[in-house]
């Protein structure tokens, strides 16, 4: 059987054309037509000005730049969620500081921040930001953020990587806190193969982001410079990629959802897989299928889950590990971290890409099913007749 991955790329239908017009144009460098088409495609999308960038990674260095991070400033970051959100806080000299999802969104915990602002604002020790992550396509709940980050004055970056499409009360993932970061990563709901974009609420901000991504040469032809820059642009040739994805991104959500609630439904009566909770304030593109496993109930535990689907050459995943969790963390401040934990220890990512068939579903769902009755019949025979308690 031919090997099921998590998530794959999904090209449309005009990808390929774009990407000839720049080998046809040799527009093959970190200019040209299809970057500024890109570009307004993007902005024309969510509303603020864009820079579209090498990675999502560096879109969230160059955003906490922007908000003035540097050494021995704090950033409070969601200690759940992926390494690249928490690296570029490390890169500029400031440390991070980890704080617990709550279980409604699996993302930043309102409550949590706002006892933790005020706690520091007594002592006149606020972080320099607060970085919210919306994971898996869903957004954080951005009004209590947002209200209580305005209250202590403390600025707001997004990493919305794992939320292109995402929406919060109808207004687009990225757009509410001062700086967004995007990813268009291979394995994200849309693709350039690598690939970042930035926005900002402010239209200078994203000019110098704009000129750090490109080695901050200074206006002229003699290469000068009074400011530290980085090589961060996404060529022209990538960007023909993003302006198909951009185009077909509203049908990625909609099959990445269904797969989400065909997974949900063929594995109700089992019982023991809930999927990632929905919150109702927005939509959530479920970019991966996510399920808490209950091992009493399921008779698997999450990592039998995952055992039992590579084995039928299957690719699944743990959720991210909390930051609090990593050995390079060791020692730094976390605040809650139960709730975070939980999720890890029993979360599990099916494949969810939305180019994979109807048919190809069907064998992920009978290949959990199989192995979660088989257990059961193995841990209690008599559940096999209905006879259990
Ligand atoms: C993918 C991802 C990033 C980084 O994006 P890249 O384009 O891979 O650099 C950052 N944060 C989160 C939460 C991500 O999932």
Redesign the pocket.
């Known amino acids: 059987m031919k090997r099921l991955y998590l998530s794959v790329p999904h090209m449309g239908e005009n990808e390929e054309r774009y990407v000839h017009e720049a080998f046809a144009s040799n527009w093959l460098s970190t200019v040209g037509p299809n970057l500024d088409a890109f570009e307004a495609a993007f902005t024309a999308r969510v509303g603020l000005p864009c820079v579209a960038l090498g ?6 260095h160059l955003g906490l730049r922007l908000l003035g991070v540097g050494e021995g400033d704090e950033v409070v970051c969601p200690s759940l ?2 390494i ?2 928490v690296n570029p806080v490390s890169w500029l000299g400031a440390r991070p500081v980890f704080l617990d999802s709550d279980r409604a969104s699996w993302n930043l915990d309102p409550n949590l921040l706002a006892d933790f602002l005020a706690k520091r604002a007594a002592v006149n020790r606020l972080p320099k930001v607060v970085e919210v ?3 898996y396509g869903q957004s954080a709940d951005m009004d209590p953020i947002l209200e209580v980050c305005a209250r202590w004055g403390v600025a707001v970056l997004e ?1 919305a ?2 939320a292109v499409g995402t929406l919060y009360k109808g207004r687009p993932c990225g757009t509410m806190g001062a700086v967004g ?1 995007y ?3 291979g ?2 709901i849309i693709t350039t193969t ?3 974009m930035l926005v900002a609420q402010n239209p200078e901000w994203v000019s110098r982001a704009r000129f750090w991504s490109q080695q901050a040469r200074d206006p002229g032809v003699a290469y000068e410079h009074t400011q530290m820059g980085y090589n961060y642009r996404l060529s022209n040739v990538l960007a023909g990629i993003g302006r198909g994805q951009l185009e077909v991104l509203d049908q990625r959500v909609a099959r990445r959802r269904e797969i989400a609630f065909r997974y949900r439904d063929a594995f109700a009566d089992l019982g023991g897989l809930e999927l990632m909770a929905q919150a109702s304030y927005g939509l959530h593109t479920n970019w991966l299928s996510v399920f808490l496993v209950d091992e009493a109930k399921l008779g698997l535990s999450r990592d039998e889950v995952i055992r039992a689907l590579d084995a039928e050459n299957i690719e699944s995943r743990p959720v ?1 590990k909390p930051m609090h969790l990593q050995p390079l963390f060791a020692g730094y401040e976390c605040h809650g971290g139960a709730v975070a934990e939980d999720l890890f220890r029993r979360g599990v990512c099916f494949p969810s890409s939305s180019n994979m068939t109807a048919t190809e579903q069907e064998r992920v769902i009978a290949v959990v099913r199989a192995a979660a009755l088989k257990s059961r019949a193995v841990r209690s025979p008599a559940a096999l007749h209905g006879s259990a308690p």
Not at 55 to 60: R, V
């Open positions: 990675t999502g990674t560096a879109a969230i969620t992926f690249a959100s992550v919306h994971l990493d990587a794992e970061a990813s268009f990563n394995n994200k690598g690939g970042g991210w």
